[in-house]
Nanobody, 124 residues
Framework: QVQLVESGGGLVQAGGSLRLSCAAS????????MGWFRQAPGKEREFVAT????????YYSDSVKGRFTISRDNAENTMYLQMNSLKPDDTAVYYC?????????????????WGQGTQVTVSS
């Protein structure tokens, strides 16, 4: 009952910033925990950040902690990922995910709903 669409990806220089958006459709969006994952070429998909149903609890991977900020606006059914101080290693396809559990999780297997992804490329 949830559909997700990512946007905001693009090409940026190292040290720059980018803001990703995830637009969700569904009557129960506010009860879903959300997450961001990414997959670089030739690598497995990895956890980036997650946020609980209310937006009061967040968790980040060590590689992005202090640089990325996850947030959500339940009134507009949208989740965001503000990415600052971008590095070439951040280059990947970024995916939005949702789970009706309501609790944040770093495991992609616990997210049944996924967007199609948006490309982020960081040049050195």
């Amino acid at each position: 009952q949830v559909q997700l669409v990512e946007s905001g990806g693009g090409l940026v220089q190292a040290g720059g910033s980018l803001r990703l958006s995830c637009a969700a459709s569904g009557r129960t969006f506010s009860s879903y925990a959300m997450g961001w994952f990414r997959q670089a070429p030739g690598k497995e998909r990895e956890f980036v950040a997650t946020i609980n149903w209310s937006g009061r609890s967040t968790y980040y991977s060590d590689s992005v902690k202090g640089r990325f900020t996850i947030s959500r606006d339940n009134a507009e059914n949208t989740m965001y990922l503000q990415m600052n101080s971008l590095k070439p290693d951040d280059t990947a396809v970024y995916y939005c995910a949702a789970t009706n559990n309501g609790l944040p999780s770093t495991r992609e297997a616990l997210y049944p709903y996924w967007g199609q992804g948006t490309q982020v490329t960081v040049s050195s």
